[in-house]
């Protein structure tokens, strides 16, 4: 009529059908989508490289034993890569060291680390205890990649004595660092974890910067802006507690 459409009986009657159909299809999906999100098992977790070089095989033994009912799924690479995952929703949390500026995230700390001079085991300042600074910036360095938060550390710290610094080599991962010192090709600040193993066998000796704070402090990084699975929460309250007491009772012990 007047070139418009009308419904018949039968067809109104089809019509507000459809419309309750497919209220109660999305109805349907939002339930299962939130049933799915409750039950989820496996957390997805972005860290940096040296959070997982020096901690996250910890975590997921201890993790794995006290909840073997879950699972991790760990994704490694610089603070922005953790950032950007965590922003996007690829990952749930994110484990990053030091303070870092992520809008939209609370950082929760879960560890202390510090930074040591890793030397090589003949090297004349091998046998000291603490070192200044000045003394060790006669000597070239080997250096984590500019995107590290080992780097980022190192730089805030120094402020302009950064520049004193002869860096003969920069790379990406702490393994290579400790691999050039224990080649004698410089000195590197490095965690005092990612150290272990070489300090263990007696290729590198570790001294503490004197007069520069080299601590800082490991944090896991949850979105602020929007909620979690069920079992990313319960990963968070557990390294927050479990593991972070777990910690500290090993390096009393040491």
Same mark, same amino acid.
């Given at each position: ?5 009308? @419904? *018949?009986?039968?067809?109104? #009657? ?11 299809? $999305? ?10 999100? %409750? ?8 860290? =940096?490289? =040296? ?30 890569? +953790? ?21 939209? #995230? ?19 300042? /091998?046998?000291?205890? =603490?070192? /200044?600074? %000045?003394? %060790? ?37 702490? %393994?290579? #660092? ?9 000195? +590197?600040? @490095?965690?005092? $974890?990612?150290?272990?193993? /070489?300090?263990?066998?007696? $290729? ?10 080299? *601590?800082? *402090?490991?944090? #896991? ?9 069920? +079992? ?8 927050? $507690? ?13």
């Amino acid at each position: 009529r007047d070139g418009k459409l009308q @419904l *018949t009986v039968l067809g109104r #009657v089809m019509y507000d059908a459809a419309g309750d159909l497919l209220s109660r299809v $999305t109805a349907l999906e939002n339930r299962l989508r939130e049933a799915a999100f %409750a039950d989820s098992r496996r957390i997805a977790v972005s860290c =940096t490289r =040296t959070v997982c070089e020096t901690s996250v095989a910890r975590i997921v033994s201890l993790f794995a034993h006290e909840h073997p009912e879950l699972s991790l799924g760990i994704i490694s690479g610089t603070v922005k890569d +953790a950032q950007i995952r965590l922003r996007s929703g690829e990952t749930d949390v994110a484990l990053v060291e030091g303070s870092v500026d992520m809008p939209g #995230v609370d950082l929760v700390p879960f560890h202390v680390d510090r930074l040591l001079l890793a030397v090589p085991s003949g090297h004349e300042l /091998a046998g000291r205890s =603490t070192v /200044a600074f %000045a003394e %060790a910036a006669r000597y070239p360095f080997i250096l984590r990649g500019p995107a590290s938060g080992t780097r980022l550390l190192i730089e805030q710290r120094l402020g302009r004595r950064f520049e004193q610094l002869a860096v003969a080599f920069e790379l990406d991962g702490n %393994a290579e #660092v400790v691999a050039c010192v224990e080649a004698g090709i410089g000195l +590197a600040l @490095l965690s005092e $974890t990612a150290l272990s193993s /070489a300090l263990a066998l007696g $290729t590198v000796a570790a001294v503490e910067l004197g007069d520069v704070d080299l *601590t800082r *402090t490991f944090h #896991v990084a949850v979105p602020s802006d929007r909620e979690i699975p069920q +079992a990313g929460s319960r990963f968070v309250d557990w390294l927050t $507690t479990r593991y972070a007491d777990a910690r500290r009772e090993k390096l009393s012990a040491v």
